[in-house]
């Protein structure tokens, strides 16, 4: 996938960058060019940096309690209040 359009930056060239040590944007924008041009791409290339979200090192929280769309549709009680509305739209 192209990170920089206009310099012609993939995602693959700007992971090996940050692999190699870059630790900033002005750090991609020197090796690569990155976000020299238009400035677009600055804020997908940033994701990459170390703490961003797509860092290979970040650390995913797990959540004590989680909340997922199936329990909703699960739950006896939320089936009651669907089953209320959809009969007072009747």
């Given at each position: 996938m192209f990170i920089c359009?206009?310099?012609a930056i993939t995602e693959r060239q700007v992971q090996a960058a940050v692999a190699e040590g870059a630790s900033s944007l002005a750090d991609l924008q020197g090796q690569l060019g990155v976000a020299s041009c238009c400035?677009?791409?600055a804020e997908t290339a940033s994701e990459y940096l170390p703490g961003g979200r797509y860092?290979?090192?970040a650390v995913v929280l797990a959540e004590s309690t989680p909340t997922r769309v199936g329990d909703a549709a699960?739950?006896?009680l939320q089936v009651e209040v669907m089953v209320e509305v959809a009969i007072?739209?009747?």
């Open positions: 359009i206009c310099n400035g677009c791409c860092d290979p090192n699960n739950d006896p007072r739209r009747a």
